[in-house]
């Protein structure tokens, strides 16, 4: 994790962005978290560590993390709060268990890619990004 946040600090810093606290302490929430997280989780998590920040100011950090390409932004269908995960993370959708909320990550073995293509090829529409998700009801909840 030390080696991944220096290496998002210094392209940073490289490109001319301050390295404030408050980045620095969102960014390694972010590398500890293994779930996409909200804006209200990100504050969460800096109250536990008694971090100093103004709440405007979490939401302006993603902002300005998800306009570097450091993380990207995830809308499920069956909630309204925005979510982000690191974009350096490998391609992956999510399973979401409907009663519980929680969210695993899960990696397909077949690609999507091929699929695409196949769109591109018989439609002309070229796909950008995807995303998917498998609701369902998680082992504990059942």
Do not use: W
């Not at 995960?85 to 959708?93: A, I, M, N, Q, R």
């Not at 018989?122 to 995303?131: A, E, P, R, Y």
């Amino acid at each position: 994790m030390a080696q991944k946040l220096d290496e998002i600090l210094s392209n940073l810093s490289e490109a001319g962005f301050r390295l404030t606290r408050l980045r620095r302490a969102v960014i390694e929430i972010f590398l500890g978290s293994t779930l996409p997280l909200s804006a209200v989780d990100i504050i969460a998590r800096l109250e536990k560590k008694k971090a100093a920040f103004n709440k405007t100011t979490v939401y302006r950090e993603l902002a300005f993390l998800k306009e570097t390409g450091i993380v990207k932004e995830i809308q499920f269908l069956h909630e309204r709060v925005k979510r982000y995960e690191l974009s350096s993370l490998d391609h992956h959708h999510h399973l979401i268990c409907l009663k519980c909320k929680k969210v695993e990550d899960v990696v397909l073995e077949s690609h999507l890619e091929e699929q695409e293509e196949k769109i591109l090829r018989s439609t002309g529409f070229h796909v950008l990004n995807h995303s998917l998700e498998f609701l369902g009801i998680c082992h504990s909840c059942r």
